[in-house]
């Protein structure tokens, strides 16, 4: 059974910086689609960042040039890079995992593409 685990979350002030990691077991980053999501109380989940088999990459609006997803195909790691964060960027992140379709640059991933998930890891940021 594929099991994510994220790691990285705080808090942290507004203009402030911090890194997401996401472990995976029985899986690799290596061959699939790749995303991390959030989501804040009373919203619905969001789509951030995405990741092709090959490296391209795909943001959300809210997010572009301030958030960077990668991965490191020796360690079997995800990661988010997110700097410049606002208030606005609070929330639960996840990671997901097992996409099979790539809609190119622009950002057209929901939930239903991805079927692993982790369990999340809280971010916030304090204005």
């Known amino acids: 059974q594929v099991q994510l685990v994220e790691s990285g979350g705080g808090s942290v002030q507004a203009g402030g910086s911090l890194r997401l990691s996401c472990a995976a077991s029985?899986?690799?980053?290596?061959?699939?689609?790749s995303s991390w999501f959030r989501q804040a109380p009373g919203k619905e989940r969001e789509g951030v960042a995405a990741?092709?088999?090959?490296?391209?990459?795909s943001y959300g609006d809210s997010v572009k040039g301030r958030f960077t997803i990668s991965k490191d195909n020796d360690k079997n790691i995800l990661y988010l890079q997110m700097n410049s964060l606002k208030s606005e960027d609070s929330a639960m992140y996840y990671c997901?995992?097992?996409?099979?379709?790539?809609?190119?640059?622009?950002?057209?991933?929901?939930?239903?593409?991805?079927?692993?998930w982790g369990q999340g890891t809280q971010v916030t940021v304090s204005s």
């Open positions: 997901a995992a097992g996409g099979t379709v790539w809609y190119g640059g622009r950002w057209f991933f929901s939930e239903a593409d991805f079927p692993y």
């Open positions: 029985r899986y690799t980053w290596r061959f699939y689609v």
């Open positions: 990741i092709d088999s090959d490296g391209s990459t």
